[in-house]
């Protein structure tokens, strides 16, 4: 028999370090709609994490893990595993030190385009 | 013999209007690292327009023609023959009306990052 795995550390997630975290790979985890809008979701809950489940995005649920996925190896977003729950919740420091004001910009941006263009604000 | 096409309009490239520009395109366009340095250069020519042939990319020719019409068909330049030449200007009023500050904000994480990674900023 092999010993237990810690229950924890067995289901973590990788994660890009702060440093290893690039622009062009930002931009490219937020050049799609759908990723925009979790995002959006995510800067809208004010620090709160939120489950993969709380979103009801028009896509299927591999489409929905696989978008979960580029936001978190792209550094946007940090998942973590809480009982069942896929929790996820915004890398706000990390993205501010390594590029100040940009998500603030970027979020803006997203909702004036929504208000524009009529979509949920 | 065919008449002779309009020497101006018919080398015309299309361009989006400024309405059509989406955020999600125009971040997919500077996802790339070396469309992002394109644009960099163009922001550091304080409005000046410059030639394809201005650009000395680490890339094959036909690699960065098609960075150029990616970031064309964006909405982020624009593109005109002038002579024999085309030449590549930023979209700066547009992209200023569409989504404020975005773009300052965009080029100057992309001076940080440069500066970080001790590229040529």
Do not use: W
Request: one cysteine or more; glycine letters at 8%; charged letters at 25%.
């Amino acid at each position: 028999m092999r010993p237990a795995a810690p229950v924890t550390s067995s289901r973590d997630l990788p994660h890009p370090a702060r440093e290893e975290i690039r622009l062009e790979g930002v931009l490219h985890a937020l050049s799609d709609p759908m990723r925009l809008r979790i995002v959006r979701e995510l800067a809208a809950g004010a620090g709160d994490e939120l489950s993969c489940s709380h979103f009801d995005l028009p896509v299927t649920k591999s489409t929905t893990t696989h978008h979960f996925r580029v936001l978190r190896e792209s550094g946007v977003i940090r998942q973590v595993y809480r009982g069942t729950a896929k929790m996820n919740g915004l890398r706000q420091e990390d993205l501010d030190v390594l590029f100040p004001g940009l998500l603030a910009s970027l979020l803006a941006a997203a909702g004036r385009q929504a208000t524009r263009l009529g979509a949920a604000g």
